[in-house]
């Protein structure tokens, strides 16, 4: 008697860091392809059908569909309060809304929620550079990247 039948192989493509959605905290990862083999007396001979790809926890071992990398990381509370403390000094002393914008959101504030801090610290007015276009508190006036006059 011949047996033969399908057998997934797997293999790691990709490592790298993910949040786990399962462990709630930030793990190492494996990025992995599963392909199914046509296989004989149990031996894979060669693959049928697409691979498809699926990412893996190396600690918990549940694993995710890709889009699982783009999970927003969870808040990092020590760097969020800084932010959130420095965020009207650094925008008078003349950070870009931009860049401030963009820390507050690295550190997990919703784009939404964090462009109304940055409103409730220094108003509605603004100031842009003329040669980047980065947009500063009213009291700012030279752009920090290439010191250009703002207007
Ligand atoms: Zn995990
Ligand atoms: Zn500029």
């Known amino acids: 008697m011949i047996i033969f039948g399908t057998r997934p192989r797997t293999k790691t493509i990709d490592t790298g860091t993910f949040f786990c959605p399962h462990c709630q905290t930030t793990r190492d990862y494996e990025r992995k392809e599963a392909r199914p083999y046509f296989t004989l007396y149990f031996i894979p001979l060669f693959p049928i059908g697409k691979p498809s790809e699926f990412i893996e926890c190396t600690i918990?071992?549940?694993?995710?569909?890709?889009?699982?990398?783009?999970?927003?990381?969870?808040?990092?509370?020590?760097?969020?309060?800084?932010?959130?403390?420095?965020?009207?000094?650094?925008?008078?002393?003349?950070?870009?809304?931009?860049?401030?914008?963009?820390?507050?959101?690295?550190?997990?504030?919703?784009?939404?929620?964090?462009?109304?801090?940055?409103?409730?610290?220094?108003?509605?007015?603004?100031?842009?550079?003329?040669?980047?276009?980065?947009?500063?508190a009213a009291s700012v006036t030279t752009c920090r990247e290439e010191g250009a006059a703002l207007i």
Do not use: F, Q, W
């Open 60 to 136: 918990c071992r549940v694993t995710y569909t890709p889009d699982v990398l783009r999970v927003k990381r969870a808040p990092n509370t020590a760097s969020l309060a800084t932010h959130v403390n420095n965020l009207k000094t650094n925008l008078e002393d003349g950070m870009s809304v931009e860049y401030a914008l963009r820390d507050l959101t690295d550190a997990g504030i919703d784009r939404d929620v964090a462009l109304g801090m940055i409103k409730s610290a220094i108003g509605d007015a603004r100031r842009k550079c003329p040669m980047c276009s980065l947009t500063y």
